[in-house]
Nanobody, 120 residues
């Protein structure tokens, strides 16, 4: 069974850092692009970042550029999202999701999410 499991969320003060992890299992990891998405209360889900199958292509939503870094550990089927200089507006449930072949809307597999709360 394909699974994506997020971890690393929590409560942090503005300006702080968190590292989210997305552990994949049950599918051929290297064939899938992995993206991070987030959904804040009352808002639509938005894409935050994505890493392609090669680990070379990376995308970032404009509001997180320069603050967030996505990386991949193919040996352990895990994708990370390092989040620095966090702001209260980053508060949301963060999900990782997989798309076969290239970054997309996270339609193939999706985790249950981890809550990130940034206090001001």
């Amino acid at each position: 069974e394909a699974q994506l499991v997020e971890s690393g969320g929590g409560l942090v003060q503005a300006g702080g850092s968190l590292r989210l992890s997305c552990a994949a299992s049950g599918f051929t990891f290297e064939h899938y692009a992995i993206g991070w998405f987030r959904q804040a209360p009352g808002k639509e889900r938005e894409g935050v970042s994505c890493i392609g199958t090669s680990g070379v292509i990376k995308y970032y939503e404009d509001s997180v550029k320069g603050r967030f870094t996505i990386s991949s550990d193919n040996a352990n089927n895990t994708v990370y999202l390092q989040m620095n200089s966090l702001k209260p507006e980053d508060t949301a449930v963060y999900y990782c999701a997989a798309d076969r072949g290239r970054c997309g809307k996270g339609m193939d597999y999706r985790g249950k999410g981890t809550l990130v709360t940034v206090s001001s």
